[in-house]
């Protein structure tokens, strides 16, 4: 009678540990789909932040460009002189063009 009750007792842990396993992948399954959410969130979280830096950088360049622009008067000569070809009267302007493909 004693060894009746050690395997009943056995089975009984064994399988109150089965539903606990079971409990546990019933949780993970359930938030798996959530925690993949997540990490698609994070990833795009950070390409995001790096996307904010380049766009910080361009408009700090900007910034200083045009700052340059209004405070000195050479920085103006300078730019219509090499984007708009403008010279001075009696400057020669001479330009370089690259060469076309070959026939």
């Known amino acids: 009678m004693n060894v ?5 007792d056995k089975l009984t842990k064994l399988t109150i540990f089965l539903l606990f396993a079971l409990g546990v992948v019933g949780v993970a399954i ?7 959410t997540n990490q698609h969130m994070r990833a795009q979280l ?4 790096m996307k904010i830096k380049t766009e910080e950088e361009k408009y700090r360049l900007l910034r200083v460009a045009v700052d340059a622009a209004r405070s000195n ?6 730019m219509a002189r090499k984007n ?20």
Not at 4 to 8: A, D, G, M, P, Y
Not at 30 to 35: A, D, E, G, N
Not at 73 to 78: G, V
Request: aromatic letters at 12%.
């Open 4 to 8: 009746n009750l050690c395997i009943w």
């Open 46 to 49: 950070l390409q995001n932040e």
């Open 30 to 36: 359930w938030y798996l789909p959530l925690i993949r």
């Open 84 to 103: 708009l070809g403008y010279a001075k009267p009696g400057e020669i302007v001479v330009r370089f063009e690259e060469p076309g493909p070959r026939r």
């Open 73 to 78: 008067t050479k920085t103006i000569e300078r």
